[in-house]
Every structure is written in C-alpha cells, then in structure tokens.
C-alpha cells in the first residue's frame, strides 16, 4: 500500500511550495483543479488493477458494443446445444427489456412498475395482427413498427394522467395498471361478448417473422430452436442501443440527467420536466412493446401470466445490479442475472457456483492474508469435525445424499452434515438461525467476528445443502435477493454505475 | 424614460392564511440593475419564485416585455427570457461543468430524439453550437472556470465558482433579464469583489437587464441603479442606494425600534 502513501502526501507538498511560491501555474489549496486531481488520485487505485481500470475505462463504448455482440453471435457456433440457444435468446429479450426499463428508471427517474404490462402489449398486439384469430396477417415490416409506436402511444396515455405525480404515487397507478392488463388479458375471452385476447387460453398459432416475403420458421426441425431468431433479436438490440445512445448524448438526454439531478432546476432553466418525464416513459414502454413482438413470434402463441410480477422483478433486479442509468451496466446485469437464474436450475452448477461465491467472497473481503487461511482452515476442520461427530453419534445423519455432481458434490458429502432423514423441524430452525447469526456477524469487529464466521458459513453450507437445493424454484430468487442487497451494501450504484453524489 | 421590461402590478401572494407577498408593485426597466433588499422572510425570494413561475401568485399580473406570464410554467417563463439562479445552490451536480452549461440551452434549440437518434448534420451542427455556446458562456468567468475543470463533475468546484456556474448556467438560456439570488452569499471580500465587477459587465459586456437579491450593502451600493427594500411582503422604500440606507422605515426593519427609537 506504498503507492497510496505516496499519493497522498505527493500533492500536498505541491500545494505547500505553491502556497509559499504563488507561482500561476503550481497547483494550490483551494484551486479546484487540485481539489479534483487530488481526489482522482484518491479514488482511482494504485498498481496494475489501477492501470487496467484505467486502459479499460478508455475503451471507447462502440468497441466494447461490437465486442459484446460478436460475442453473442458467435454462441451458436460453439454450442449446437438448443437449450443453451434457446437461453441465449431469451437473455437477448432480457438485454432489450433492460435497455427500455433504464430510460425510465434510470434516465428519466420514475418508477414504472407497469413495466412489463407494455412488453404484454406488444406481444398480444403482434399476435392480434399477425394470427388467424382476427384472421389479420400483417406483414413484419409493417407489423414491428405498428406495435412499436402503439407502445409508446399507450405508454403516453399511462402517463399522461400521472404526469405530476411522483414517485410513490406513479409506482402505485403504473403497479394498477399492470394489474388491469392482467385481469383484462385473462377475462378477454368474453370482453363486452367479444373474444379479444383469447383469455388465459391466449392467442395461438401466431405468425413467425417474415422479411420480405419469406418467413422465418420458429424451429429448424425437429422442434430445436431456430438461431436465425438470436440473430434478429441481437440486430434490434445493436439498434435500441445505438438509438439510446445517441438520444443520451443529445440535449434530451442531457435534458434527462438534469432532471434526475434537480427537477426544479431543470425546469427552471427551460426545461419542461413533465413532458421529458413522459416521453421517457413512452420510450420505454415502446421498447418493451418491441421486445413483446419477439417473443410472441417465436413463441407463436402468448398467454397473460408470461407477462406478470416474477418477471418485472427480475427485470428490476438486472436494471438495479447492473447500475441504473448506465446502458452498459443494465446489459451486463441482463446477462448476469440471465445465466443465474438458468445455472441455479441444476443443482451441480448451482453447487459450484454457491461455494466458488463464498470462498471469492471470502477472498475479497480479507484479501490473500493470514485471516484468510485462517478463516479457510477452520471451516474446513469444523466441517470434518462436525461430520465426524454427527456421523459416530448416528449413522443416518451423514449418509443422505445432496444429489448428483461431481467432485464438488463428493467432497461435499463427505464434509457436510446430510441426514438421510430431515426431520421436519430442521428446515426452519435451521434456515431462520442462518438469517439471525448472519445479522449478529454484521454487529461484531475483530477476531470475534472471524471465529464466529466460521460456525455460519458452515451452516450456510448445511442449509444450501439440505433446505436449498432440494428446492431450486424459490432458491434462485433468494439467491437473487441475497446478491441484490449484498451489492446495494458493497457497491450501491450498481456494478457500472456512476458513484453519484447527491448533498454536499 | 426607458421601457419597463419587468411590470409586477400589485402583486400578492399568500399560502393558505399566510400573506407573503401583499400587493407589491415593482419594475425593471430595460438595461437597469435593480437590488431587492430586506431582512430574512420579507419575501425576497418568493418574489423571485413568482416571477419564473415556480408559484402562480394569489392576486396581480405580471407582465414581461409587454405580456403577461402569469400562470406559465417555468419553462416557458425561461423561454420568454427570464433566467435565475438560486440562494441554495441548485447545479447539476454529477454532471460536468460544460454539461450544465449546455443542458441549459434545452429551451431555444430545436433537435428531437429522432433527429438525435439518427445524428442528422442538422443536429450535429446544433450539438456544436451547444457547445461552443457553453464554452463562451464560461469563458466569461476569465480563468475562474477555464479550460481543464470544463470536464470536471460539478461537485468538485468550491463554493464560490458553483456560483459563478449557477450563473453561466443562467445565461446559457438566452435570456433577456437574470435574477440573481444572492450572488455573493459565502464568498470572501476579494470573491464579493469580483462578483460586483462581473454584475456590472453581465450588464455592459452581454446586455443583461438585473434583478438582484443581496445581503452585502457593499454589493448593493456598488452595482445599483435602484434599490428596493421589502419587509413582511410590502415594499418600504425605493431609490437610489443612499435614499434607501438612510430611510427611516428600513433602519426600523433591519435593526427593529428598541431603545434608541422609544428614547
């Protein structure tokens, strides 16, 4: 930590010289320009992390887009495995569903939690259009862009009455408003005698996209998924966001950030905060309206519940960890919390990926010292030494299996306590006690906090191992949850988000 | 006698029983630096909010360059050519120097998001404009905002050049009269030196018709045409700088009538 001392004291003898000397071009105390250099100096990191943070940070945003993508694109060439496809897919939908949700939340400040109402939108209106259930075929080229500004249409007549209310009020009418799209899709069978959206049945036999005449098969035989739809899906997300970025780096974008900043400055300094706030709003939900078009084609059918609650959490959650606000950042956290949900599906990968996050975890927090070792070597003794005990007091409370998987799994097994037989109260005694020796960790300093982390990991572990995995569907989004505030305490503007600072 | 371009015509303004602002009748003319003064809560800075429409007042009109803006929202108020900057700074923080300078333009440029998506040379020739507008607007401040700290988050400038940036940010907006709240409050006597220079040549360099808000008399008395004073919402005297200092009615408000007054 030489170079930080270094840093700290370097500037100051500058300013100590120019104080005396009053040259004009010695850096001094109470210039601004020193005040900044010497606070860039302090948060920017010493050593080679610090040099790679900064040759990273100058890559131009347009390299890192072309890199992203042609990574994308390239998936299916190194796995013709139509799950992984399939999810690579669904991901693309997840990256464009990010994007629309940032220009609202992140850009325009509002808290739309009828956001996912407007993706249902898009998806039953392409459906509407492009199926036999109104007998309508439009073509895609014109279908896509009908869709699109129907959603920005319908996005401007949500907002419209909500225009001067903020926050809570906005978040209560946009969370009705998801609710009404709901119960309407799921009653539309019989909507004034008429059968519009098919009810919870939805709409089947959808049109698959179509350019130019030929249309594009949602499945290349035998049922596998077509990849020529991650295709088109990734050239509408380079276009989302290279429109997004530009419209950022316009005056309305500056016009978006100031308002996030100081509504009544901006407004002040000739801004009209409420219709930029709109327009956020409707550009927003246009995007979903797109995203909606995908999905139902290639899905060629759409049913109400594909559009509720679950997912504007999820979508939520990607905007939030990626950082709101930044394009990068919401993509990253579309791709992260994709594969997370997808690899917490299997109960090998997610073992894996539970203790690699802890012993990283670990590894971060104490860095490569002898509190590490420490810490690493008493888990590991406990763990043998509990089994141990727990295995020669009764031979049926180590012998049950955690499942299959590989070496992971077998080490496991060996290591952790797994009852055969879970007797009906261990599940939330266990469970409740993690969450309560979790907080009291958060209460403790020093060498207490490292002994007792020891016992907590390791029932962290007999938790995961018995109560976790045994139910994958309700485990991703505690996992989820856990990540979430995890990362508002470490690091709360999000993983690429602008550290913001708001009174000084 | 010069034209009026700012008529505030008995103006009052009142939240629920509590009357702020009672029938006050005040102008600026054209080219004129008008100094508002009065102890705190005499309603200097609600008249202020009133005239860029951050309130609509309970009773009066107001009339800029001829029209009324009584009951525009503020953004068409800074359209018309009203600009201002804040007691309580008021910048956009996180965002740069330069960026708040040019987010101010907003109001009399013309590129929608079509336009920018597709970064038509229309637009892009606007953008530079932007820019080079900015950068003039803070070019005005001679060395105390150049160059390097263009580029710098807002929150890393001292206390005394967010003033002179809430002020290049209020004339980024075009506009034909500022009102400024305050301009010298933290500054120290060499800073309030400067600042009372650079009214006088926002005046005569750029043409800027002034309203001022100020506490410093040393400010007052150096950059006013006319000077206002206001207690409890209704105006108490009105002149030139010494008419004012010297009128009884404001000795009374600013120092209240004990011992002396009684005898």
Redesign the interface.
Known sequence: MGGYDDELTRPLEGALEASTSEGPTSPAV?R??W??RH?DNRSRRGGLLGTVEDRLRRVPWWAWLTLFVTAAALVPVFSDSGYVRRVAFDISLYMLLALGLNVVVGWGGLLDLGYVAFYGIGAYAYALVSSDHYGVHLPTIVAIPAVVVLGAVVGFLVGLPSRRLTGDYLAIITLFFLQLFLTVTTNGDDLFGHNVTGGANGILNVDPLSFFGRALPVSSGGGVFNVKYLYVSLVFFVVVYV?LR??N???????W??LR??P??????????NWLKL?SFA?GASIAALTGTLVSSLNASVFPLSFSFPLLITIYTMVILGGAGSQGGVVLGAVLVGVLLEVLRDPGDSRVLFYSVIVLGLVAALRLSVRLAAVLGGLLVFGVVAHWIAGSIHHGWVNGSGGSGGQVADFMANWVVVPSHLAGWVTPVSYVSLVAMALVLTLLRGWVRLVVLVPVLYLAAFVWENVMLAKPEPTRYIVLGVLLIALMILRPSGLLG?K??E?? | MAEKLLDLQSVSMSFGGLKVIDELDLHVDEGEIVSVIGPNGAGKTTLFNLV?G?YVPTGGDIVFAGSSIKGL???QI??RGI??T?QTL??????SVR?NV????????K???FR????TPG?RR??KE?RELAEKRLAFFGDRLMG??WD??A????YA?RRRLEIA??TA?NPRMLLLDEPAAGMNPKETQEITELIAKLRTDAGYTILVIEHDMHVVEGISDRVVALDHGVKIAEGTFEQVATSPRVVEAYLGTGGMARK
């Not at chain 2, 929150?155 to 001292?158: D, E, F, G, H, T």
Request: aromatic share 8%; net charge neutral; no cysteine.
């Open positions: 109470g601004d320009e005040v900044a606070g429109a530009f419209v780096l316009s005056r309305t974008g500056r016009a950030r100031s900043e100081d009544l400055a901006a407004e002040v300094m000739g801004m009209p905060v327009m550009f602008e913001r600072v009174i000084i | 860029t951050v929202e503020p953004h800074t359209r600009a201002r804040f008021r910048l956009f923080l996180n965002m960026e040019m987010a101010a333009a907003y109001g009399h440029t590129a929608g998001v920018a998506m597709l970064r637009m606007e953008e932007i390097y700290r710098q988050p929150y890393s400038l001292s050049n940010r209020a907006t």
